[in-house]
Structures are given as C-alpha cells and as structure tokens.
Nanobody, 122 residues
Framework: QVRLEESGGGSVQAGGSLRLSCVAS????????LAWYRQVQGNERELVAS???????SYAESVKGRFTMSREHGKPVVHMQMSSLKPEDTGVYFC????????????????WGQGTLVTVSS
C-alpha cells in the first residue's frame, strides 16, 4: 500500500512562512504528480500547487509568487515553501499523489494523505 505523510503545518502570523513536506512511501515504481490541496471547513478541497516527477510546478492564482514547490530528485518527496502567508491561506492541507504505480503492478492510482493544519492569524 502507498502512504502519503504530510508535515510542517502550524500556526503563524500573517506575513510569516511555513514549509510543508509530503513523503510518499511504499513499493512505488513511479509517480506522475504530487499536489497540495487546501480544505476549509465546509468547503471542497481546492488545488493549491503541484509538481510533476519531471519537476514542472503549477500554482493556483491565489498563491503564485508566494508559494514554491520543489521535489527531491529521484524520490517521491515534495516540499511547498509558503511565504507571505495570509489569513485566507488557513486550512487543512492535503497531499495527493497522482498516477502512482506500485512495483509489480501496471495500474495507476491516486492517494491522499491525512492532512496537516495551517493557521494564519491576522
């Protein structure tokens, strides 16, 4: 089984920074994208940023210029550096692994982590 583990959440004041990390573990052969979604209570999860195994990042308009995605070469490990945080960045951040193929299998699957809470106070 594949497991995604997030870390780095916490509470900061507006203007501060946090670094979220996501580690995918298990018998992973390959993966296509690792992404971060944010969920505010009562709302659906929204895509914040993602990065492909090839290193191509993508960002929601609301975080462009403030958040930076990176990955560790050769490992299913990604980081999201969040700077100039705003109260509206508050939420539970979930890591999602997309098109992951496990060793010995040919099918692709998507997986979610358990989430990490980010709170930004004004």
């Amino acid at each position: 089984q594949v497991r995604l583990e997030e870390s780095g959440g916490g509470s900061v004041q507006a203007g501060g920074s946090l670094r979220l990390s996501c580690v995918a573990s298990g018998r992973i052969l390959t993966w296509h994208t690792l992404a971060w979604y944010r969920q505010v209570q009562g709302n659906e999860r929204e895509l914040v940023a993602s990065i492909t195994n090839g290193g191509l990042p993508s960002y929601a308009e609301s975080v462009k210029g403030r958040f930076t995605m990176s990955r560790e070469h050769g490992k299913p490990v990604v980081h999201m550096q969040m700077s100039s945080l705003k109260p509206e960045d508050t939420g539970v951040y979930f890591c999602r692994g997309e098109k992951i193929v496990m060793l010995g299998r040919s099918s692709q699957h998507n997986y979610w982590g358990q989430g990490t809470l980010v709170t930004v106070s004004s």
